[in-house]
């Protein structure tokens, strides 16, 4: 499956964006999904998972209250809603998809999609 993530931009703090990751190749319901984020000089964290069918969600305790993971299968998309935005959200964004329950570990993730950079100003 390929990934596309796209949705990223510059935004204030207290602001909010919507990231979506769009697949093609595959059937997103296959799929375990999450967000990843790698600011500079970072390494990359989790954000948020998905089960296939959307019936279990985690998140990272930083953003819990603020971001929402979602997905439509009947669209093959996975978005990320992002609340309240702060400058350490700051970050390239990165959808991932495995084949089977969502983890925190970057490396149990075979497709990535190609990152989208956002910026939360001050």
């Known amino acids: 499956v390929q990934l596309q993530a796209y949705g990223g931009g510059l935004v204030q703090a207290g602001g909010s964006l919507r990231l979506s990751c769009a697949a093609s190749?595959?059937?997103?319901?296959?799929?375990?999904m999450a967000w990843f984020r790698q600011a500079s000089g970072k390494e990359r964290e989790f954000v948020a998972g998905?089960?296939?069918?959307?019936?279990?969600?985690d998140y990272l305790d930083s953003v819990k209250g603020r971001f929402t993971i979602a997905r439509d299968n009947t669209k093959n998309a996975l978005y990320l809603l992002m609340n309240t935005l702060k400058p350490e959200d700051t970050a390239v964004y990165y959808c991932?998809?495995?084949?089977?329950?969502?983890?925190?570990?970057?490396?149990?993730?075979?497709?990535w999609g190609q990152g989208t950079l956002v910026t939360v100003s001050s």
């Open positions: 998905i089960s296939r069918n959307g019936g279990f969600t």
């Open positions: 190749g595959g059937i997103l319901s296959s799929y375990g």
């Open positions: 991932a998809a495995r084949s089977t329950w969502p983890t925190r570990r970057p490396d149990d993730y075979a497709y």
